[in-house]
């Protein structure tokens, strides 16, 4: 069977190593299009394990198609920033264009539609990926010629609009300030790794990913665990729908970010860096990969780093395939160890015991560029920016209804007034900062500053103009959610998708009062009750809007007079007389 | 699967924890869930089981250690910690988490043969809930009646991962692994399709590790009948307390 075949070389490639599923997975789809029950079966027997195991992985990402599916396949961004910029729009004319709908399987068809939530390009969209490629700023006039390029067999990376801009709207002297290569990693390897450590505790550097630990502390703690090995790895999963400064850096300063990574070795005695990349940014690979070559080649990674004896340290990049809770620093180590992407019990840390068991460092894309740079630079010189306890500069990806759409580079302490300002959106209604998991601020809000004291955020900034219709905004954004969760835990898997339809009956015009107080202790417990951050945030859409925006809320229910969705004194007596008991009363119980 | 499952190490010394004001021993490193029960004191729980590794799959058991939730099956006691337990807030947000389970499956408990015996059933009861207050989600859940002896009535199942540890853990076998992700996720079985293909024995650990009417074995129904099943005269938890 031409299955066995390709799958048997594939795990022969990897070595038949278990934890390379992922990139094995990775490779079988893209040779045969799609993962049958029969690859996974095969993929199973050539590695010796449970294929509900191999099933349990492959099953859980969004981009691995179980059955086959057209040769071209166009992922539409569907995200908020998406859908206010006319991707549904964009929807209809593919549809028209051909023939087929979205979500449809049709193995006959060359052109499969899918959408897929954000993939990093809301300051150019409406945005999607064809076979991979970006395609942005999307109109609907360019659908057919996009269409026919893909049924022509063309070279689809020709396209007008195959072009992804890495306009940084301002630079500033941390991330996008011009750098020398290698320039962070001659300076660490003049220090030891408790120097390196006590530069970044000086410079007060708190990670950029969202938890603003402080990044000398868990280099401290990853190299104080006792293991004879340690792990660095980036997280360049950047999920969080309007974000994409990541992008950004891994397109404009990929030696920054590969400098960071190799002072963090340098610091807790690692040999081995991982990046994980999601895999919307696919396109981005050649050339990291071809920067991880220079690299080697210029004695910036390998053995001996810049001449000093027994510093060897080399990086390779992991491919995602489609799961925004991959960004949770546990679920990615689960990920990069071939498995579905649910995150860890915790304790332990992953500084004690993360990849494959090991001490590991996970740092946020920008976080290490911030070390890179505190190395030539000094940690006083960094701890002079910004404010007291938010150093250094915070890249922000603006996105929504503002003229100036970018990345910007700025200093810590900028109130969201003087963003806006700066973004042209004066006339903001709210801001949604920190992306669907941070908050939705509303106008009373304005004067308060980005920092981690006051408004932290790891960067999606979303505008949204006075005429958007907000309620349905934090409506797709809980959707988003519920397509995420990854479903290990009861209160997120199961509460994520009743605070949508909740919120959806309310927009409906069937919601009434009491639909609002059940709104708002449904969130909290999903907030309180949920094993991770996904879970634990997702709520935030709606809590945030039902404080900051009551009267949105009130505009849209019925009094409660007569329109009870349920009786319940006549379903507890119904309830009673099918089970021919009474209820417990909670009296008989201790 | 390694890592998820890890039984958190323990290293023997005693400590003590504060729990609702009450000091209790423990064991440094054993889980606050049962270091809380072996003082006779009953924390929720559902996902849970004895001599298995924790799932922290439901929530249930969720308490909170020094101001902040986690679940206390994961979480390992140390010295001085100070827990909150039995509380209204707490009971209140389980008993909403149980509310969801009933309504993400679908549950017929006036006609399932593990009325009485069930542990989603006997929790509805102890943390008095009376009926789910969200709708019904009606999603459509295979029954897998294959087997000669075992059934697998995805209706029922809550996702607790218990017969997918115990087949691992105690029965050395694979039968059972998830699918899926978020609302979609299912409980999955070691064959193309159908238990039929697996090589569970209806005497295997996994069976009896289920805590509803999801894994059964066959012809066994209402051999002890109603008013004589274990949830039937002392609530869920009570053995625990004794
Ligand atoms: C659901 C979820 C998604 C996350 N996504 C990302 C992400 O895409 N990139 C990132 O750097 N951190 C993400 N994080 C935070 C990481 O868990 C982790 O805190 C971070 O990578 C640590 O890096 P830092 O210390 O440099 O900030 C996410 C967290 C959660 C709960
Ligand atoms: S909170 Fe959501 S994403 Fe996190 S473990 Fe639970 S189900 Fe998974
Ligand atoms: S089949 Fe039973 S034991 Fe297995 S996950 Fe479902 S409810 Fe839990
Ligand atoms: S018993 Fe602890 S999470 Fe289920």
């Not at chain 1, 195991?53 to 859980?60: A, K």
Request: hydrophobic letters at 40%.
């Amino acid at each position: 069977m031409v299955e066995t075949d390709v799958v048997n070389r594939i795990v022969q490639q990897f070595g038949g190593d278990r934890t390379r599923l992922l990139d094995m997975a990775r490779a079988v789809h893209a040779e045969l299009g799609h993962i049958s029950e029969e690859t996974v079966a095969a993929l199973a027997k050539a590695l010796d394990v449970p294929r509900v195991e191999v099933r349990d992985m492959v099953s859980f990402y969004a981009f691995f198609f179980r059955e086959p599916h057209g040769t071209n396949v166009i992922y539409l961004c569907h995200a908020v920033v998406e859908r206010m910029q006319g991707a549904d729009d964009i929807a209809r004319a593919l549809e028209e264009a051909t023939g087929t709908t979205f979500g449809a399987s049709d193995p006959d068809a060359d052109i499969t539609l899918r959408y897929t939530s954000c993939i990093g390009l809301s300051d150019q969209a409406p945005s999607a990926l064809v076979n991979g490629v970006p395609v942005t700023n999307l109109t609907v006039d360019d659908v057919p010629e996009l269409v026919a390029a893909l049924r022509g067999g063309r070279d689809i990376t020709r396209l007008r609009q195959a072009q992804v801009g890495n306009d940084v709207r301002t630079a500033g002297q941390v991330i996008f300030a011009p750098t020398e290569r290698g320039a962070a990693v001659r300076k660490a390897v003049t220090m030891t790794p408790d120097a390196i450590i006590e530069e970044l505790n000086v410079a007060r550097l708190r990670g950029r990913g969202g938890a603003g630990f402080p990044t000398a502390m868990k280099w401290k703690f990853c190299r104080q665990a006792k293991e004879d090995v340690h792990y660095v790895v980036c997280n360049a999963d950047e999920g969080e729908p309007g974000t994409f400064k990541d992008r950004a850096i891994l397109a404009l300063q990929p030696n920054l970010v590969f400098g960071g990574m190799t002072v963090a070795a340098r610091a807790l005695g690692a040999r081995k860096g991982i990046l994980y990349l999601r895999a919307e940014y696919e396109y981005l690979l050649r050339d990291l990969e071809s920067e991880l070559d220079k690299r080697r080649h210029l004695g910036l990674l390998g053995d001996n780093i810049c001449g000093c004896e027994g510093f060897d340290f080399d990086i390779r990049i992991q491919l995602g395939a489609g799961a925004y809770i991959c960004g949770e620093e546990s679920a990615l180590i689960e990920s990069l160890e071939g498995k579905r992407g649910a995150p860890r019990a915790r304790p332990p840390f992953p500084v004690e015991h993360g990849y494959l068991g090991k001490p590991t460092s996970v740092n946020n894309v920008e976080t290490l560029c911030c070390a890179a740079r505190i190395l030539v630079e000094g940690g006083a010189w960094f701890a002079d920016i910004g404010t007291k306890d938010s150093t250094g500069t915070k890249l922000l990806s603006v996105s929504g209804d503002c003229t100036k759409p970018g990345v910007y580079e700025l200093e810590y302490g900028l109130t969201v007034l003087q963003l806006l300002e700066r973004v042209g959106a004066e006339n903001a209604q709210a801001v949604q900062m920190g992306g669907p998991s941070g908050q939705c601020l509303a106008r009373k809000d304005f004067a308060r500053s980005i920092s981690f004291e006051d408004l932290p955020t790891g960067g999606s900034v979303i505008i949204f103009g006075p005429e958007r219709d907000l309620l349905e905004a934090m409506r797709q954004f809980t959707a988003f959610f519920a397509e995420e969760s990854c479903g290990w835990c009861a209160p997120c898997r199961v509460g994520t998708t009743l605070l949508e339809k909740c919120l959806q009956k309310i927009l409906d015009g069937k919601g009434t009062f009491s639909d609002l107080e059940a709104l708002e202790t449904l969130g909290e417990t999903v907030k309180t009750m949920s094993r991770c951050g996904l879970g634990q945030t997702a709520a935030n859409p709606i809590l945030t809007t039902l404080r900051n925006f009551p009267i949105l809320y009130a505009d849209r229910v019925r009094s409660d007079d007569g329109v009870m969705a349920f009786d319940l004194e006549r379903a507890k007596e119904e309830c009673c007389s099918v089970a021919g008991r009474a209820p417990a009363t909670g009296e008989e119980t201790p | 699967m390694s890592a998820q499952n890890d039984t958190p190490e323990t290293s023997g010394e005693t400590v003590k924890l504060l729990i609702d004001g009450v000091e209790i021993p423990a064991r440094e490193g054993q889980t606050i869930l049962e270091a809380a029960a072996d003082a006779g004191i009953y924390v929720p729980r559902l996902c849970y089981r004895e001599g298995l590794p924790p799932g922290g799959h439901c929530r249930i058991c969720t308490v909170k250690v020094n101001g902040r939730p986690t679940s206390a099956c994961t979480f390992p006691a140390s010295e001085g910690l100070v827990l909150e337990n039995n509380t209204d807030e707490l009971n209140t947000m389980r008993r909403q988490v149980v509310e969801m389970l009933f309504v993400e499956g679908n549950h017929v408990c006036p006609s399932c043969e593990a009325s009485g015996d069930c542990e989603l059933q006997a929790l509805g009861y102890r943390l008095g809930m009376i009926a789910p207050q969200y709708p019904y989600q009606n999603t459509t859940r295979e029954l897998d009646a294959s087997h000669p002896d075992v059934m697998l009535d995805r209706n029922r199942c809550v996702l607790c991962g218990r017969c997918a540890r115990a087949s691992r853990e105690l029965d050395g076998k694979s039968v059972f692994g998830f699918e899926g992700r978020g609302i979609g996720k299912r409980i999955a079985v070691n064959a193309s399709h159908g238990l039929a293909g697996t090589d569970i024995d209806a005497a295997d650990e996994a069976v009896a590790a289920c805590p509803t009417g999801c894994l059964l074995v066959k012809r066994q129904a209402n051999l002890i009948p109603v008013g004589k099943r274990t949830y039937d005269k002392t609530p869920i938890g009570t053995d625990v307390e004794a």
